[in-house]
Each structure stands twice: as structure tokens, then as C-alpha cells.
């Protein structure tokens, strides 16, 4: 927890209060787990404590399972998975992938990865939508309910793909809509899922808390608000002040993103809190101000920047090794790799990336690295040892689920109580080969005996 992080807290569903960041750490350890198991059985509710937390933001293509296992192991509480669209990830397959140790959902029809977790992040990942129908939602957050800790809603992106569609920072227009689609995931979702939502502020003070008080009411465990409204672009300065006007709307917690990009932003933006929230005459013994804050872009350039303690912060070309090593792990696709390191390179605000990695100019770098076509290329130029024949042939690439066919509905029905066979993609479609292979064959003799017969006739 950030030095000074605030003692009120609200956790979750059953809303109990914990004091301090021993006892927010000891709580959010205790808290339940989903099973994973299918059976759903995790008993005690989705209770997750959000008390001081450092939460890895919702980013396409940067928060995919690389980044928020290398944020877990930095210090990050809890992670965000990239916004994934409802429509995108319905019909998804479930397949447990053991070349990886990864659960993948893959689309059956483009054969293309989804979304990937895996059982180390379970306990603190929550799964981003995109979405503007309650139906739709449920749906879709059914397939992955069981391997994520939470679902979040995305009501803040402003991009015209997502508003046209009605989803994102379009729901902050139709609070109806917002709202159906929360009460249909709290009333479908298992208890063990928790469910939370991240919005933009509107117009006015009043309208962000309203709003914010609908999706409390219509069951978000737990309320981002991105401090920025939604015309206001990234480089515009987030309004950490406006936080102090919001964060007592609601009684759940509230998490505040917006322009964290270094531990010493962190620390002012506590201070900033409490002297706020004395000024405000908070209540003697209690500190005002958000429950935890969300890191964007300050992640994607430096996922160290979770480390609250200064003595293990890895030098930077360390914590670039310690990604690309994640990446080969988690089976990230080379240019999904390329593309973040592009931007860790690159840095921003306040992260200013070195002139010179690995022995040569940045721009240089930055130039070879595009013309790299493979992890293992990306690895030998970092001085990672990478064995390309010790992972399966589609490893690492865009193509790894081509190959791969969705199980039979029995083996589909096995997976569902939880005995799915832990095949790599190959394996398993060489196994539904080998399978039909008996009546093809059979097919393939009555055919020769039909050309027999009639060669005979
Ligand atoms: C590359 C990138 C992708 C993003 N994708 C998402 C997304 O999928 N869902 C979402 O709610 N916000 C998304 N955002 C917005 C961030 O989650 C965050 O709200 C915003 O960047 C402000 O936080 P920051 O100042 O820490 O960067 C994205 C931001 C970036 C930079």
C-alpha cells in the first residue's frame, strides 16, 4: 500500500471495513478464490478488498497475460485484462493449455486466440468487457466467470468504435442501459465473481455522482473513475481534485485512475488526499479519499513502478528482460511482444527511456527491433537464452490455434465437469484425427468397392 493510503475502506459485496495495510494485505489473501473447478464452489461471495490497492489498468493490447503476471510480481493487487467486445467472446472454446499451463479461449470459427489467463493471476484477475446489451454481457461473461476473479464493465472509452456501438463511454449517456447490463451480471454471475465498473466523469460533479450511485445500486462491487470526461484526451492533465469531490458518493469503493507514472506521483496524490480530505474536516481517525488507484500507461512503459519498495526496483534494462522472458511464458505473440517493448522504449512522462539498451542506441534498437520476426529473434537480441524446439511449432505466433479443432460435443461435455484433456493444440487434433480416421476409412473402402463394382459391371 502506498505510504498513507487511506484506512477507509469498504470491501466488496459484504462492505466490511479493514484498517491499515497489514490488515488490507492479510484480508486480501484471505479473501475466496473462485474454484476454477466448474463447481463454482468458493463459498463466501465475491468479497474482494480494494483497500490501498494498485491496480493494473484495462489497455488493448498491452494488459494481456504478460504484463499483468510481470505487475503481480512487481507488487500490482490486482490486474485488468484488455477490453474484449461481448459478441467477440461468445461462442469461445474453453481449452486448457498445457504446453503453457494457460486456460485459452479461442474462437472456434477464426481459430484465434481470445483471451488467455492463467491459474497464478486467478485470484486477482478481472476480465474487461465491451458491451452495450445486459443479454449479450451475461452471456459472454459466463464462458470466463470461473477463471477470473471479477468482471469489469467498460463505461469510459471514448473511441468511435465503441461509442457507435453503444458500449463504452456511450453508457454514461443511457444510464438505463449501464444498469441493465450490471443487474444481469450480479443476478447470473456466480457469487464468487466480483463485479465492478469504470467510468469517465460527465459534465458535472453531480451528474458523476449520480451516475456512480446507479451503478452502486445496480450492483458494481466497486466504481473506477478514469479522471478525465470523455472528450478530454490523454495528454490533458487527469483531475485528481475532482476524485475528493466523488469519492464519498457511494459506499463502495472507489478506485482512481488517471496519471500515475511515477512512485513519487503516488505518494503526492495520497498527500494530495489527505490534506484534501482535512481540509474537508474528514472525521478524527478517518483519511479521505479513494480506496486504491488504477495505472495505465505508467504500467505499459514501466511495470516496475508497482514496486513500493525501492531497493528491488530492477534497472531498466532488467525489467525489459523480465517482460520478454513473461512474454515467452505466457506465450504472447512476437508482435504482441514488439509492440509493447516498442512502447517500454519509448516511455512518456515522466518515464524517460534510456539513450542507449543493450550496447546500442535506443532509435537503433527500436529500428532492428522492427524487423524482427519471432520471439526467438526478440531473445537472442536481448541475450535470453530461447529453445524454439522445446515449445510447440506455433508457439509464440498469431497462428498457434490454426491447426487446432474444437472438441466434440461428449469431450465438451467432459470439460465441462472439469476433466478436460490437457493436450496442446496439435495433440488434440491429431487425437480427433485418429478418431473419425476408422470411419473415413470405412467410407474410403465403400467407395472403392462401389468403383470396383461398377468396373466390374
Ligand atoms: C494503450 C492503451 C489502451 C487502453 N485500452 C483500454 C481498455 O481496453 N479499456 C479501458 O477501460 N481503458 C483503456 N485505456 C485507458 C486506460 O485504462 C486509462 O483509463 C487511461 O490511460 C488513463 O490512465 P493513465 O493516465 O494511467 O494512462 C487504454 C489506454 C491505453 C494507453
Redesign the pocket.
Known amino acids: 500500500m502506498a505510504p498513507g493510503a487511506p484506512a477507509r475502506e469498504t470491501c466488496g459485496a459484504g462492505r466490511q471495513r479493514c484498517f491499515g495495510a497489514a490488515r488490507a494485505r492479510a484480508e486480501r489473501a484471505m479473501a475466496p478464490e473462485p474454484s476454477g473447478d466448474g463447481s463454482g464452489a468458493a463459498g463466501g461471495g465475491s468479497r474482494v478488498c480494494f483497500s490501498g490497492v494498485e491496480i493494473l489498468?484495462?489497455?488493448?493490447?498491452?494488459?494481456t497475460l504478460a504484463l499483468r503476471l510481470e505487475c503481480l510480481r512487481y507488487g500490482a493487487d490486482l490486474v485488468f485484462g484488455?477490453?474484449i467486445i461481448d459478441k467477440k467472446l461468445i461462442g469461445a472454446a474453453r481449452v486448457e493449455n498445457s504446453a503453457f499451463g494457460t486456460v485459452d479461449f479461442v474462437s472456434p470459427r477464426e481459430k484465434v486466440l481470445i483471451f488467455a489467463t492463467s491459474k497464478e493471476e486467478r485470484s486477482r484477475v478481472f476480465f474487461?468487457m465491451g458491451t452495450a446489451d445486459a443479454a449479450l454481457a451475461t452471456q459472454a461473461a459466463m464462458l470466463v466467470a470461473r477463471d477470473v476473479r471479477g468482471i469489469d464493465v467498460?463505461m469510459?472509452?471514448p473511441k468511435s468504435f465503441s461509442v457507435k456501438g453503444g458500449m463504452g463511454a456511450a453508457l454514461l449517456s443511457t444510464p438505463e442501459v449501464a444498469s441493465d447490463i450490471l443487474r444481469a451480471l450480479r443476478r447470473n454471475l456466480p457469487e464468487s465473481c466480483a463485479l465492478t465498473c469504470?467510468i469517465r466523469m460527465l459534465e458535472t460533479t453531480a451528474k458523476t455522482r449520480d451516475f456512480m450511485q446507479l451503478c452502486e445500486k445496480s450492483g458494481a462491487e466497486a466504481v473506477t473513475v478514469?479522471c478525465?470526461t470523455r472528450d478530454e484526451r490523454?495528454a490533458e492533465p487527469?483531475h485528481w481534485d475532482e476524485i475528493m469531490r466523488l469519492w464519498d458518493a457511494v459506499k463502495v469503493p472507489v478506485i482512481c485512475?488517471?496519471?500515475?507514472f511515477t512512485r513519487r506521483q503516488i505518494d503526492e496524490f495520497w498527500k494530495f488526499c489527505h490534506g484534501a480530505g482535512a481540509a474537508d474536516g474528514a472525521a478524527a481517525g478517518e483519511k479521505a479519499g479513494p480506496s486504491g488507484i488504477?495505472?495505465?500507461?505508467?504500467a505499459?512503459w514501466n511495470p516496475s513502478i508497482f514496486c513500493r519498495d525501492a531497493s528491488v526496483v530492477p534497472s531498466f534494462e532488467d525489467m525489459v528482460r523480465n517482460y520478454v522472458r513473461a512474454a515467452v511464458r505466457a506465450n504472447s505473440t512476437y508482435q504482441n511482444c514488439k509492440w509493447v517493448l516498442s512502447q517500454m522504449l519509448a516511455g512518456g512522462v515522466g518515464v524517460t527511456a534510456p539513450n542507449e539498451f543493450v550496447g546500442v542506441p535506443t532509435k537503433a534498437f527500436n529500428r532492428q527491433l522492427s524487423t524482427m520476426k519471432s520471439m526467438g529473434a526478440i531473445c537472442e537480441k536481448l541475450g535470453i537464452p530461447h529453445d524454439a524446439a522445446s515449445f510447440p511449432q506455433q508457439a509464440h505466433m498469431t497462428t498457434y490455434y490454426r491447426g487446432w479443432e474444437p472438441l466434440d460435443a461428449q469431450a465438451a461435455a467432459a470439460a465441462a465437469g472439469g476433466t478436460l484433456p490437457q493436450k496442446r493444440p496439435g495433440d488434440q487434433h491429431r487425437e480427433e484425427i485418429e478418431d473419425v480416421a476408422p470411419e473415413l476409412r470405412g467410407e474410403a473402402d465403400d467407395d472403392a468397392a462401389r468403383k470396383r463394382a461398377r468396373t466390374e459391371a
Open positions: 489498468a484495462p489497455m488493448v493490447r498491452a494488459s484488455e477490453e474487461q467498460n469510459g472509452c469504470k478514469h478525465r490523454p487527469a485512475n488517471g496519471d500515475f488504477m495505472i495505465a500507461r505508467g505499459l
